[in-house]
């Protein structure tokens, strides 16, 4: 250990190499770190941001790189955190720092006590603000340490409370809580704008999926009415990159017009699903086109090794969204007069500009849509846009692969490559699923991501265990091969011995409970940008349920009942922060449904309408009799294919016609 020295050069986190150059002492958080603070008496300066964040580059380079504010820094231990990496630490110390300041953000700057307790904290510091603080941080630790103690112990005391998780006694998860969880929604949508409240608008995935899921239910248009307003509006706007697929993480305005560029695996693997699930269920030419370039860009632009890295950054060459951006001159540059101006006609580039500089984002709007017969024509402009787009300087890549994403991916690629009846997605999906498996899963244990195949200490989370159980589930219903069975049920395992709260049945910790003891054990069930660790457990464990043996499917079942029970609350006083809940709340009150279809043909026609038509959560196996317990005692019927529709226990007489599957299945055929 070098005390006087920038320690971040080993990482395996690129947002932690960025800062090696740093004069900045810079340390990772470690018990040596730590240990140091103690030895010294000073505070701990601890920064966490991520990658592909633009105001954390903005003040690593205003400050960090600065001799002046790092001589200033260096009178404290500095750590600096990946938040992706940690989600653990990131969760501790933004409770903290929203509880301290009202609001939260990146880059995060919090100064603790040697033993990590937190008592000042807050974002993004322009240099002469932070230089003030660093002398007054400095000061009231050398001369009045007792407010120190006192607004440290005030702090950690209101995060153990917050810790104490939702109150018990919630209602039954029924269709009646799903429907008042809806209703409760589709009152906050912005009918004309898509999408639910203000700006800034993020996607809303977890609950697109919800709302197929109701419609799917029901029968009722107006769930899948809502989901239809704001897939065209994301998919029509600047949000999504109307020449190389793929969506950014939110847009700044309400209209979906400018984003905040930076793209993330977990924004596009989770809306890649929600397409795919809209584009199975209606055969809608937006939603198929949709997926098909959300998972062309998983694959073009972030896969590496057979996993998926974590983002594109928002800035290239130091200049937000400049990659993305055009004029009108511009286009009529690379294209010449004609198509460059009908292109501005049609991705409404215009004089004044959409973003700065007189700049515009490209979007489709429905109004400039091109004619069925432009059809050859937009595809040729955006190939030349492309290509000219990739002369530009380009947005960095965090090359960092995450566990609980890959996972997202498996799980969004498995069931695009249905929607699409595209295998390749599917061998993408096994690719990634055995990558992750063989370099994640360490002597039986699971981390949290790698770099460059070199995988890193950080221990996996619960979300890790979840997501990726999940998308090796999804990989076992399309194949049939046991390891993918045996590989998730070993994580979902792992996840009830170490994360499952034995004092409180239902709850969860998102740490494990031989992880590194923070101050407080993070447990947070609400579904934010990604869905909970909790809600992605008790999906797990419900499909898992309905696929092992009947020992197994007890516990698995039992667990997932007493997981969405102990968190009916939220759906029924948050709905808006209890997507995935609603989710996989709306699959358990179907039974789940189960579909096994017996059949000796790896391309029945009978399995992959049954594939086709499944509403969402829904579990489909095929094979021969008794190759997995839904199709124990279950063959072929007069030597044809035969499919066993079940709702929880309940199954219904076997089916050989597609149309009879339909209409079992309530959907069209």
């Not at 049945?505 to 609400?526: I, K, N, S």
């Not at 317990?629 to 597609?658: E, I, M, N, Q, S």
Request: proline letters at 6%; glycine letters at 10%; one cysteine or more.
């Amino acid at each position: 250990m070098n005390p006087g020295g920038n320690e971040l050069a080993g990482a395996t986190s690129p947002y932690l190499r960025q800062h090696a150059d740093n004069p900045v002492h810079w340390k990772q958080w470690s018990a040596d770190a730590l240990a140091e603070a103690v030895r010294r008496d000073v505070p701990i300066l601890l920064s966490i941001g991520y990658a592909a964040c633009h105001w954390c580059h903005v003040m690593a380079h205003e400050s960090f790189e600065d001799e002046q504010v790092a001589e200033a820094m260096n009178q404290f231990v500095c750590i600096k955190v990946d938040r992706e990496e940690r989600p653990d630490l990131d969760a501790v110390y933004m409770n903290a720092t929203v509880a301290m300041t009202g609001h939260g953000g990146w880059p995060m700057t919090c100064f603790l006590t040697p033993d990590g307790r937190p008592f000042f904290c807050g974002t993004y510091f322009p240099t002469p603000q932070f230089l003030q603080l660093l002398a007054a941080v400095g000061e009231t630790w050398r001369e009045r340490r007792d407010e120190v103690e006192q607004a440290s112990d005030h702090i950690t005391g209101e995060l153990r409370q917050m810790a104490a998780g939702l109150p018990g006694g919630g209602p039954e998860i029924a269709p009646a809580l799903c429907d008042q969880a809806v209703a409760a929604l589709l009152r906050q949508e912005d009918v004309a704008r898509g999408g639910f409240g203000g700006a800034p608008k993020f996607p809303p995935s977890a609950l697109l999926e919800a709302l197929l899921r109701t419609h799917e239910r029901t029968g009722s248009p107006v769930p899948l009415g809502s989901v239809r307003r704001t897939c065209v509006a994301m998919a029509r706007g600047g949000l999504y990159d109307q020449l190389a697929g793929g969506f950014a993480r939110y847009s700044v305005d309400a209209d979906w017009v400018v984003p905040h560029f930076e793209k993330m695996l977990y924004d596009n693997a989770l809306l890649l699903r929600v397409y795919a699930h809209w584009a199975r269920r209606t055969g809608d030419p937006l939603a198929r086109r949709i997926t098909a370039e959300t998972a062309g860009f998983l694959i073009d632009d972030l896969a590496e090794g057979g996993m998926f890295t974590s983002s594109l950054d928002a800035d290239a060459a130091g200049v937000e969204g400049s990659s993305y951006v055009w004029t009108p001159g511009q286009l009529r540059e690379v294209l010449g007069d004609d198509d460059g101006t009908w292109a501005a006609r049609v991705f409404a580039v215009t004089e004044q500009g959409t973003f700065e500089h007189g700049m515009s984002v490209l979007q489709l709007p429905a109004d400039f849509d091109p004619l069925p017969g432009d059809a050859d024509r937009f595809e040729r402009v955006r190939a030349r846009l492309r290509a000219a787009r990739l002369t530009r300087p380009q947005p960095a890549r965090d090359d960092k692969v995450v566990t609980a994403w890959n996972g997202l991916a498996i799980t969004a690629l498995a069931e695009a490559s249905v929607a699409l009846d595209d295998p390749a997605l599917l061998e993408a999906a096994l690719r990634c699923a055995a990558s992750v498996v063989g370099l994640h899963l360490v002597d039986g244990r699971l981390r949290r991501a790698s770099l460059g195949g070199r995988v890193g200490e950080s221990a996996a989370i619960l979300e890790d265990h979840a997501m990726l159980a999940t998308g090796l589930l999804a990989s076992y219903q399309l194949t049939g091969d046991p390891v993918w069975l045996d590989r998730a049920t070993g994580l979902i395992d792992l996840a009830l011995d170490h994360f499952a709260d034995p004092d409180r049945p239902g709850r969860w910790f998102d740490t494990a409970d031989d992880a590194e003891q923070l101050m407080v054990r993070p447990a947070d069930p609400v579904d934010g940008a990604t869905p909970s660790g909790a809600s992605s457990i008790a999906e797990a464990l419900l499909t898992a349920a309905h696929l092992v043996d009947a020992d197994r499917a007890g516990r698995y079942g039992e667990a997932a009942a007493e997981t969405l029970l102990a968190h009916s609350t939220l759906l029924a006083r948050a709905p808006r922060s209890a997507g995935h809940w609603l989710a996989v709340a709306e699959a358990a009150v179907r039974g789940p449904l189960q579909v096994a279809v017996a059949t000796a043909d790896a391309n029945s026609e009978l399995l992959a309408a049954a594939r086709r038509m499944a509403p969402g959560g829904t579990v489909v196996v095929g094979g021969a009799v008794d190759s997995s317990p839904l199709l124990a005692g279950r063959d072929r019927v007069r030597g044809a294919d035969a499919a066993y529709v079940c709702r929880g226990r309940v199954c219904d007489l076997p089916v050989t016609d597609v149309a009879e599957l339909a209409e079992m299945l309530g959907v069209a055929g």
